[in-house]
């Protein structure tokens, strides 16, 4: 089993001793993935740039509520669903990922780590969005999937209504933060904060982008799936006008 060496920091999470042994063999299954989920290939670099990384999201009280209903965008290797269900035992934690080989690991890595209260969603998120996924979740969290305007319609039609759209993000320049914002208002998100976090010791440039769902997101968003990609919402190609199609 990985021998983990942030144990402070994972206990001033809030993370108890049999959570931590998850988070080691979580951190083995990672590093032994038969496909290639993370592009880290140390216990350090684990515990660094996906452990603690994630691990941030409980400083926020959305994430902490009692019986919290979250949706990870974009899951990729199950980073952070898998960590926030090992942090979270009474959340419940859905993973949407359109990829099939990783939704098969991240549902492997639930079942070994015996964490049922990580589901998987194989679906593209505009899809997620446009069906059962609608509107159902408290939070929100997409890390390292794009730009803040395509992520802001990928997750926030997943929001209710009071809910939080959150958006771990590196460096943000004007255009990228003005056209998110306007996006998310589109949305129904307002309220939009960048909160800046600093995850370990030497960590730069790393914020949570927190917004509140305010209202519901208008019928035909988000979009068929590529085209907000093609025409993101926000910018001078994708307003309103343009996002019916």
Sequence with gaps: MARLTQGK??????????????????????????VNVTA???TEDVELRHFLDCLVLLELPAVRVPGAQLVDVGSG????????????????IVAVESIGKKCDFIRGAAAEL??????????RAE?????????????????AVGALG?????????????GFFVAMKGRLDVS?????????????????????VVPFVGARN?????????????????????????????SGAGKWGAARE
């Design 9 to 34: 920091a994972y206990a001033e999470a809030g993370l108890s001793e049999a959570a931590q042994q998850q988070l080691s063999r979580l951190a083995d299954i990672l590093l032994m993935a038969p």
């Design 40 to 42: 880290t290939r140390s």
């Design 77 to 92: 290797g199950g980073l952070p669903a898998l960590v926030l269900g090992i942090a979270l035992p009474q959340a419940r």
């Design 114 to 123: 015996e964490l049922d209260n990580v589901v998987v969603e194989c679906v």
């Design 127 to 143: 899809e997620f969005g446009q069906s059962v996924g609608r509107e159902r979740f408290g939070v929100a969290v997409s890390r």
């Design 150 to 162: 395509l992520v802001a319609e990928f997750c926030a039609p997943l929001v209710k209504v009071d």
């Design 176 to 196: 990228e933060w003005s056209e998110g914002v306007m996006a998310l208002g589109i949305l129904g998100v307002e309220q939009v904060e960048q909160i800046p």
């Design 206 to 234: 790393r914020c949570l982008v927190v917004g509140r769902k305010v209202r519901s997101t208008p019928a035909g968003l988000p979009r068929r799936p590529g085209i907000a990609a093609k025409r993101p919402l926000g």
